[in-house]
């Protein structure tokens, strides 16, 4: 999360400087940007989609009947993926 916020407002500030008022390595930080996505980082963004897809189509209401079952299956799926990993 941390490096995710510096990451974002790198072109504002230095990197140093954040990594110090943050109290993270810049050695951590630079790591975390070259490091690929992990598994449960996968799963979140397409469980993320799958969402964002869903509520487009019920546009934003939450009260459909059926609309939560396939998001709580994947849900469900993306968790074990994760923590078998």
């Known amino acids: 999360m941390k490096f995710a916020f510096i990451e974002q407002d790198a072109s504002t500030w230095p990197v140093s400087v954040m990594c110090r008022m943050l109290g993270v390595s810049r050695s951590g930080y630079y790591d975390w940007r070259g490091r690929p996505p992990s598994a449960r980082t ?44």
């Open 42 to 85: 996968i799963a979140n963004l397409a469980l993320l989609h799958d969402v964002r897809r869903l509520q487009a189509a019920i546009r934003g209401r939450t009260d459909r009947p059926g609309c939560m079952p396939p998001c709580g299956r994947r849900a469900i799926d993306a968790a074990v993926v994760a923590s078998s990993s």
